[in-house]
């Protein structure tokens, strides 16, 4: 005999507003639900798809009532090609030794980490965070998610870290972390690279960088994986068709 079972309707709430962590002298608020129970891959995809980016167990896309500015993008992993520049790094990087890992905190990751914040974002929130914090951070998903860690050969040093969700038709890339000091390997567009050649293997369609801003220049990096599709207007549109460039 075939069970009825019972699906929890899902409770979305809004933020109070807050200072904007990208714009400043702007308010920011938040449409938020909670992941979890059996569903929470289902209803991962299907508001990813929607513009939701994941922190911990809680999926949240911006409302913000005057501003527009957070724009979710993702790569179109089949038709991508690197370009002169990329082809270069992604031979410049060929050395480093990647392993793929389970979603669990170390302190050798913390330490790097901890590094990345003080140097490039140290008024923002993450600067303060503790190994507990940073082990929430990574290890509290309701959902199949992997670190992938980039070590040099010399001298088994680690210099990069990405934080990946799986996703049904791609993967979305949570965060990434890298050392300074290695300029030459521009780790960050490396790892990029990288997760669309993990992609592109596993027949997965699109990597999914969360949210495009044209205003801040941290985001403009993002513009450089064409095609690269925007949500915006009525769906999913290549990002030169939305006017926004």
């Known amino acids: 005999m075939k069970q009825n079972v019972y699906h929890r309707p899902e409770f979305f709430y809004t933020t ?6 990208y714009l400043p002298e702007r308010m920011e608020r938040r449409l938020v639900t909670e992941l979890s129970g059996q569903r ?12 939701f980016r994941r922190s911990h167990n809680i999926a949240y896309a911006p409302i913000c009532p005057t501003c527009r500015a ?9 038709d991508f090609t690197p370009s002169r520049t990329q082809r270069r790094l ?9 392993e793929i890992l389970p979603a669990k905190g170390t302190l050798q ?17 993450m600067a303060g965070m503790s190994f507990r914090d940073y082990r929430m951070m990574v290890e509290d998903s309701p ?3 992997f670190i992938a860690e980039f070590r040099r050969p010399e001298d088994d040093r680690l210099v990069a870290v990405c934080l990946t969700d799986h996703m049904g038709d791609g993967f979305s890339a949570v965060y990434s972390f890298f050392a300074e000091g290695e300029e030459r390997r521009s780790l960050g567009t490396y790892m990029v690279l990288w997760l669309i050649e993990q992609a592109r293997f596993a027949g997965r369609p699109y990597i999914y960088l969360g949210y495009w801003i044209a205003e801040t220049r941290k985001m403009a990096y993002k513009t450089n994986f ?5 949500l915006y207007g009525e769906g999913w549109q290549r990002i030169e068709e939305t006017g926004l460039l």
């Open 16 to 21: 109070a507003p807050l200072p904007c962590p």
């Open 40 to 51: 929470s891959v289902i209803l991962h995809d299907a508001l990813s798809r929607a513009g």
């Open 70 to 78: 957070c724009v979710p993008v993702r790569i179109v992993v089949a």
């Open 90 to 98: 992604i031979r410049i990087n060929r050395d480093l030794n990647v």
């Open 109 to 125: 990751q913390f330490g790097l980490f901890s590094a990345y914040q003080k140097l490039r974002h140290s008024e923002g929130d």
């Open 143 to 145: 959902i199949d998610t």
């Open 226 to 230: 064409r095609p690269l599709e925007a």
